[in-house]
């Protein structure tokens, strides 16, 4: 069973910056392409950031690209999304999850709780 924990959202002014967390308690976690999303108040959920198993390749939505980076720690089970330059825009519930290589597709069927960050103006 797929069990992903978010971490580290919160309220921040534009301009700041956060440093969000998914562990993933899922076998193989090494072997997954894993990625962020978000999801604003009335929106639908939209893809984020994106990174190899490996860690050696990421993509990114244009929106986000310069600001955030997304980066993994395979030996603990972690993937991280650090936001700079944050923008009221930004203003979500961010989740994780397993991605489709090369897609903007959550690839788990299941959901963590996401942690919101809220970016005043």
């Known amino acids: 069973q797929v069990q992903l924990v978010e971490s580290g959202g919160g309220l921040v002014q534009a301009g700041g910056s956060l440093r969000l967390s998914c562990a993933a308690s899922?076998?193989?976690?090494?072997?997954?392409?894993m990625g962020w999303f978000r999801q604003a108040p009335g929106e639908e959920r939209e893809f984020v950031a994106a990174?190899?198993?490996?860690?050696?390749?990421?993509y990114y939505t244009d929106s986000v690209k310069g600001r955030f980076t997304i980066s993994r720690d395979n030996a603990k089970n972690t993937v991280y999304l650090q936001m700079n330059i944050l923008k009221p825009e930004d203003t979500a519930v961010y989740y994780c999850?397993?991605?489709?290589?090369?897609?903007?597709?959550?690839?788990?069927?299941?959901w963590g709780q996401g942690t919101p960050v809220t970016v005043s103006s």
């Open positions: 990174i190899s198993w490996s860690g050696g390749s990421t």
């Open positions: 899922v076998r193989m976690f090494s072997s997954y392409a």
């Open positions: 999850n397993r991605v489709l290589w090369g897609t903007r597709r959550a690839d788990f069927g299941s």
